[in-house]
């Protein structure tokens, strides 16, 4: 006779999982937190039950009586279990640049975290740092982390410090039934126009926010040699009166002083006073010193035949802040051939404005010659920094402004600021 499997039943089932549920709940109370008591009246040692999170022993256990626990009071707190007779005080204030994130409760001390606009390093609140132009926020900051800042991929663009604004993308002038008149960089957006009223590209002219790139490498290089009298320092309007001959209108001015740096504010105004005087009879041989040196610079013909490839070369041999690919393919998409190299240290002085462009014409020549670059564009990066190197217009320049800044009839209000 064959045997009959018996089929379980529902009863047993029920007690099994009571028995089960039994044995875990004094498994869980065997597990709580205990603490070693001696009894003052019997002498005996007890294992009193901690008080849970938010409490405090108000009576110790007996052999006869658990441990007697009482709420926390107002303004007091406990995180953890413990067997303490009080509990912890709550922190009263945040500390600078901090605001309250929670307020103390019975089992939480009153929570800190930094003000918005900063984050905490080390146990102070620092000022959220801010993306350079050419960068923008990947990442915000929090009160506990700083901003993190990317450079702007192809197609887009940042043009001012912040530190909430990611990089925009380039608006597309086709899309809206315009001619693109300038390809965007890293750190403009591209210009629209109407296709019919398409102005001449001045490839080395740029009437944008980046003004420093809207003057020749000459006199870039200039007011580099003259950067040791600290002109910048010097308020425009006292330095528009001192230059001698024609004056730059007080418009024009106003406009340098909102559209450029403080740096650059200066050089700007050497510019529209060059253009004011070219036929000036006294600062004649001051004027055509930079205007033979830029006669020269663009007659180089080393210049007329580099590719994509020779720039990127010189692009990675300068020193400082480089130039992005995507800006050197503006510049070839852009520009005239014979344009391309001046364009490009342009773009380079736009980043690096502190360097020296003739050092920097230097450091590159000697990584390009150990790189084995192609002699015609080492003869024609030689010859550019020969030529803003050795101009004799700087020491002209240089000259006509030591002698202004002495003149005590120029600023009287100022020490002399070579000293």
């Known amino acids: 006779m064959s045997a009959r499997k018996a089929k379980p039943n529902p009863a047993m089932k029920l007690i099994v999982l009571f028995t089960a549920s039994l044995s875990w709940a004094f498994q869980q109370q065997d597990v709580l937190p205990k603490y070693q008591y001696r009894d003052p009246v019997t002498s005996d040692l007890l294992m009193c039950d901690q008080c849970p999170p938010g409490t405090a022993v108000k009576q110790h256990c007996t052999a006869d009586t658990p441990t007697e626990c009482q709420a926390c009071p107002e303004k007091h707190f406990a995180e953890s279990w413990h067997w303490g007779e009080m509990c912890q005080y709550c922190t009263s204030v945040c500390k600078e640049r901090q ?4 307020q103390c409760n019975s089992t939480h001390d009153q929570l800190c975290e930094c003000a918005p606009g900063f984050h905490l390093v080390v ?11 050419g960068y923008g926020v990947t990442a915000l900051g929090t009160p506990v982390s700083d901003t993190v800042c990317k450079r702007c991929p192809a197609g887009h663009f940042s043009d001012s410090d912040s530190s909430t604004e990611p990089c925009q993308p380039h608006r597309n002038c086709s899309h809206s039934g315009l001619k693109t008149h300038r390809w965007g960089t890293s750190t403009s957006d591209s210009l629209c126009g109407i296709p019919d009223r398409t102005p001449t590209l001045e490839c080395s002219q ?8 809207d003057v020749t490498l000459c006199e870039e290089a200039l007011y580099q040699s003259l950067s040791s009298l600290r002109l910048s320092s010097v308020p425009l309007e006292r ?33 529209l006073w060059r253009e004011q005087n070219k036929d000036h009879d006294k600062l004649y041989g001051l004027i055509q010193g930079v205007n033979h040196c830029e006669r020269k610079v663009s007659r180089c013909n080393s210049l007329k035949n580099l590719t994509l490839d020779d720039l990127l ?3 990675n041999s300068l020193p400082g802040v480089r130039v992005q690919q995507e800006d050197v393919r503006a510049v070839v998409s852009t520009c005239l051939p014979r344009q391309y190299l001046l364009q490009l240290l342009h773009l380079w002085k736009t980043a690096n404005y502190d360097l020296d462009l003739a050092k920097g014409l230097s450091h590159s020549l000697r990584v390009l010659r150990s790189e084995g670059a192609p002699r015609y564009l080492l003869k024609g990066l030689k010859r ?3 030529i803003i190197g050795n101009t004799s217009a700087h020491k002209m320049y240089e000259k006509m402004f030591v002698s202004m ?3 005590e009839s120029c600023f009287k209000a100022h020490k002399p600021l070579n000293e």
Do not use: Y
Not at 99 to 102: A, D, N, P, R
Not at 123 to 133: L, M, N, R, V
Not at 242 to 261: F, I, M, T
């Open 405 to 407: 800044l002495h003149d």
């Open 239 to 271: 330095l528009l009166e001192s230059l001698p001959g024609r004056k730059v209108d007080h418009k024009s001015l106003e406009k340098l002083k909102k559209a450029c740096s403080p740096q650059q504010q200066v050089l700007q105004l050497l510019r």
């Open 384 to 386: 550019i920094g020969r």
């Open 123 to 133: 146990e102070f609140c620092i000022t959220h740092s801010t993306c350079p132009p």
């Open 313 to 315: 070369k010189v692009t």
């Open 99 to 102: 605001l309250v994130k929670q």
């Open 206 to 213: 740029h009437h944008t926010q980046l003004c420093h790139t």
